[in-house]
């Protein structure tokens, strides 16, 4: 019998590599690309340990996997940096300090 790819590994390695490009977007991205990408991971990998002989591309899953924790910490960590800052300089001194940089260039 033919072995078959794992449904959505290629799709959970592509979103745990977003995960970590959309933590620079406040946390946002990163957070939603790794949530959604570990749910994946979750349900690819049951299916493997069911039936491991029928399905191929298990690394991709893995891969993605941790990718996706990876992305989820970066983002996280950003997001709180980002909440900290707004919460203690306001979006004015955030504005002021972007402002600060542009001048510089």
């Not at 957070?31 to 959604?36: E, H, K, N, R």
Request: aromatic share 12%.
């Amino acid at each position: 019998m033919e072995k078959q790819t794992l449904p959505n590994a290629t799709l959970i390695l592509v979103f745990g590599i977003l995960s970590i490009v959309g933590c620079c977007c406040y946390g946002i991205l990163g957070l939603i690309f790794a949530i959604v990408a570990l749910v994946l991971a979750k349900k690819a990998t049951a299916m493997y340990t069911e039936n491991p002989e029928l399905y191929e591309g298990y690394n991709n899953v893995k891969t993605g996997k941790i990718l996706a924790i990876i992305g989820l910490i970066l983002s996280a960590i950003y997001l709180v940096f980002v909440v900290i800052m707004f919460a203690t300089i306001g979006y004015e001194g955030y504005m002021d300090m972007v402002r600060e940089q542009m001048g510089q260039y």
